[in-house]
T-cell receptor, first 113, second 110 residues
């Protein structure tokens, strides 16, 4: 299984809602990543987890809260988002952090009203 | 990690080789060059990577200049399904994150 899955595919939420994005991989990878991608822009790194510990937070606002409950799962909890947070949220995993091919999921298209 | 520079867009005739250049003049000795592509509305897909030597796999070839300041991704026989944005990324083996550049939007024309 060389797939990273993300749910939901699409999400529409209001600014007062709390929602979560989910990412899963069963490749035994020990590094997992969240990226944010605005339209016609490259993906921007948000968070890196290595061995279930947060190793990089790229100065992401606290309204985005990542969680890695186990080595296969990565969540992104969303609260009090702004319309400018509307974007494609991509999850990726790699065998280890460092020089390793990253496998990306298809992304969750988030719209904040 | 090295900053990379790529042309904004390119066209290629179907069946011909697509040669996508990347400039990474600030690359350091331990930084790999990675190539990914992103087909519209999908997640990025790994293509190939290299350090010094030229590399080839079933998808593409990667030619890295001897001074390592630039590289070229070659898709030997482009098809319409190769239409995508292609990202060249410099990645250090002491770092653990990718910084994507702006990429090249390749359009394969029938």
């Amino acid at each position: 299984d060389t797939e990273v899955t993300q749910t939901p595919k699409h999400l529409v939420m209001g600014m007062t809602n709390k929602k979560s994005l989910k990412c899963e991989q069963h490749m035994g990878h020990r590094a997992m990543y969240w990226y944010k991608q605005k339209a016609k822009k490259p993906p921007e790194l948000m968070f890196v987890y290595s061995y279930e510990k947060l190793s990089i937070n790229e100065s992401v606002p606290s309204r985005f809260s990542p969680e890695c409950p186990n080595s296969s799962l990565l969540n992104l909890h969303l609260h009090a988002l702004q319309p400018e947070d509307s974007a494609l949220y991509l999850c990726a995993s790699s065998q280890e952090s460092g020089v390793n091919e990253q496998f990306f999921g298809p992304g969750t298209r988030l719209t904040v009203l | 990690d090295a900053k990379t520079t790529q042309p904004t867009s390119m066209d290629c005739a179907e069946g011909r080789a697509a040669n996508l250049p990347c400039n990474h003049s600030t690359i350091s000795g331990n930084e790999y060059v990675y190539w990914y592509r992103q087909i519209h509305s999908q997640g990025p897909q790994y293509i190939i990577h290299g350090l010094k030597n030229n590399e080839t796999n079933e998808m593409a070839s990667l030619i890295i200049t001897e001074d390592r300041k630039s590289s070229t991704l070659i898709l030997p026989h482009a098809t319409l399904r190769d239409t995508a944005v292609y990202y060249c990324i410099g990645f250090s083996n002491t770092g653990n994150q990718f910084y994507f550049g702006t990429g090249t939007s390749l359009t394969v024309i029938p």
